[in-house]
């Protein structure tokens, strides 16, 4: 699943692990998040939605 998780990031200025602490994950998963080699679950969607006032559907694009 290709995603914007990246550019949104680099629009806040946060490294990956600055993006890890406040998610409360690793810094290895959100670098596969990004690279779409992992989906999030759907409660850490939700989290990465709130943390960045943007909907799911807006972060996570579906390629289907």
């Given at each position: 699943?290709?995603?914007r998780l990246?550019?949104?990031?680099?629009?806040?200025?946060?490294?990956?692990?600055?993006?890890?602490?406040?998610?409360?994950?690793?810094?290895?998963?959100?670098?596969?998040?990004?690279?779409?080699?992992?989906?999030?679950?759907?409660?850490?969607a939700f989290?990465?939605?709130?943390?960045?006032?943007?909907?799911?559907?807006?972060?996570?694009?579906d390629e289907?």
């Open positions: 699943m290709n995603n990246r550019i949104l990031r680099a629009e806040r200025a946060w490294s990956q692990q600055d993006l890890a602490d406040r998610l409360e994950v690793s810094r290895q998963s959100v670098n596969a998040i990004e690279t779409g080699r992992y989906d999030p679950s759907l409660p850490l989290r990465i939605a709130r943390l960045f006032g943007a909907s799911i559907e807006t972060i996570f694009l289907a």
